[in-house]
């Protein structure tokens, strides 16, 4: 493995994914934790990224609820999407898992998150939180 293979990509962040797996950028310049992946740091501007675990925690920051989906996600309508603080301080958009998307009042923005990851029907998994 040459540090060209090593380098994190868009690609390889949405196959963690898929394999159940939540890996972040990390800036190797300054240390800034990004996801989802960018090209270059949001806070020193440096291009050269590694892989970082991520502690899955974080908290609720804002959340939306999806009734009319796109076609490809109509099976799964009504869903939460949010946006979640993690513990590293980098903001990620996820599906929220067990609160009933019926009832929006009943989701309070603060709550303490935990990742988890939700199946759709056609077995693509989605990075989702759930209260912590
Ligand atoms: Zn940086």
Redesign the pocket.
């Known amino acids: 493995m040459n540090d060209k293979s090593n380098k994190p990509t868009i690609e390889k962040y949405k196959q963690f994914i898929q394999e159940g797996k939540f890996r972040a950028f990390k800036?190797s310049?300054?240390?800034?934790v990004i996801a989802p992946p960018l090209g270059s740091?949001y806070?020193?501007?440096?291009s050269k990224m590694e892989w970082t675990e991520i502690s899955g925690k974080g908290r609720l920051v804002s959340f939306t609820v999806i009734h009319v989906a796109p076609e490809e996600f109509q099976d799964e309508a009504p869903y939460y999407i949010a946006i979640i603080e993690l513990d590293e301080g980098t903001r990620v958009t996820a599906r929220l898992s067990g609160f009933d998307p019926l009832k929006p009042e009943d989701v309070k923005l603060g709550t303490s998150m935990e990742l988890t990851f939700i199946e759709s029907p056609k077995g693509r998994k989605y990075l989702a939180f759930k209260a912590a």
């Open positions: 800036c310049d300054c240390g800034a740091c806070s020193c501007g440096s």
